[in-house]
């Protein structure tokens, strides 16, 4: 520096889980004019040492994100942003990517268990011990030939609607911009897409939480979907009006949700929810169980390259911070 001062290193704050053979492997990446920190479970310290954090591998809360004015991009290790995106980062100009669709293959599967689940009606086969008698409140139904509507056609929308036609089922994908979508029988927009829904029995939600999307599955959409369908949630519990589903489900027109996620996360001990017959809730547990198609870290590791090269714009998954995903 001109005033003979020198210049401090600059920091790499890991804030989510990491191993030391993982923060290894970012300062062999970085080289030595770059520090890596294990800030999991040390906001103190983090504040303490902000100043010279550049980047973050993690979240951050709005009182620990004040206390870094050289920050200028967050990785954060999961897809959703909602918790994340507060007012001071968005009007910052902190680069914000995620790890959007890296587990699609284990969601889309989640989202056809409960599909068979409901639709096999699965529940009532194991609570009965009468093997070869009729069962007459035994009341399955066939998935080929019913329609879905996909609402958020992304990286898991992708990878599920293919699995659906295969099904045998016709798809309404529903996605922000109009386009092609594999496997998909027709595609909409969330304005354009009422039409659609006479011919759709069942829902599966993969919608990020933003003031747009909050209750879009109101009681006016499952009014105007076709009787006796499922609905399967997988994303965020915002989109999803509760007690609209709750009196959908009560009054027969659904036969079945199983829920990832619910708004509030988890529901209150007084819920409905927890003891309801036609819903299965499975924790914001849809993404475990195998091998993401790119582990977060590996990503974390392939944007930090393409940082330190200077070609930020080309940064994988980059959040839109204005539409909050």
Request: with cysteine; charged share 20%; glycine share 8%.
């Amino acid at each position: 520096m001109a005033d003979g001062r020198l210049q401090p290193v600059p920091i790499i704050a890991c804030t989510a889980a990491t191993t030391p053979d993982e923060r290894e492997r970012v300062a062999d990446r970085c080289g030595p004019q770059w520090e890596v920190r294990d800030y999991h479970g040390k906001r103190a310290e983090l504040r303490r040492d902000g100043a010279g954090v550049a980047i973050v591998y993690g979240t951050l809360d709005p009182e620990t994100f004040a206390a870094l004015p050289d920050l200028e991009w967050i990785q954060q290790h999961f897809a959703g942003v909602e918790g994340l995106l507060f007012p001071e980062l968005v009007a910052s100009p902190v680069l914000v990517t995620n790890v959007r669709g890296a587990y699609a293959t284990l969601m889309a599967e989640h989202v056809l268990a409960g599909l068979l689940h409901f639709a096999r009606d699965l529940p009532r086969h194991r609570a009965r011990r009468d093997w070869g008698r009729q069962r007459d409140d035994i009341d399955p139904v066939q998935l080929a030939g019913s329609a879905v509507c996909v609402l958020g056609a992304g990286s898991i929308g992708r990878t599920l609607c293919p699995q659906l036609a295969a099904l045998g089922m016709d798809v309404l994908a529903v996605k922000r911009r109009i386009e092609p979508v594999p496997g998909a029988t027709w595609v909409s927009d969330l304005a354009g897409m009422r039409p659609y829904l006479a011919q759709c029995s069942h829902v599966v939600v993969l919608l990020p939480q933003t003031p747009a999307t909050e209750q879009v599955v109101d009681a006016a959409f499952l009014a105007a979907l076709a009787p006796g369908g499922i609905l399967v949630n997988v994303s965020r519990g915002g989109p999803v009006d509760t007690a609209a589903l709750l009196a959908a489900l009560d009054a027969g027109r659904l036969r079945g949700a199983l829920l990832d996620s619910t708004q509030p996360e988890p529901p209150p001990a007084d819920s409905p929810l927890w003891d309801h017959p036609r819903v299965l809730l499975t924790g914001h547990r849809s993404c475990i169980g195998g091998e993401p198609e790119v582990p977060p870290f590996d990503l974390f590791i392939d944007n930090l390259a393409l940082w330190l090269d200077g070609d930020r714009q080309a940064l994988a998954c980059m959040v839109d911070k204005a539409r909050g995903y």
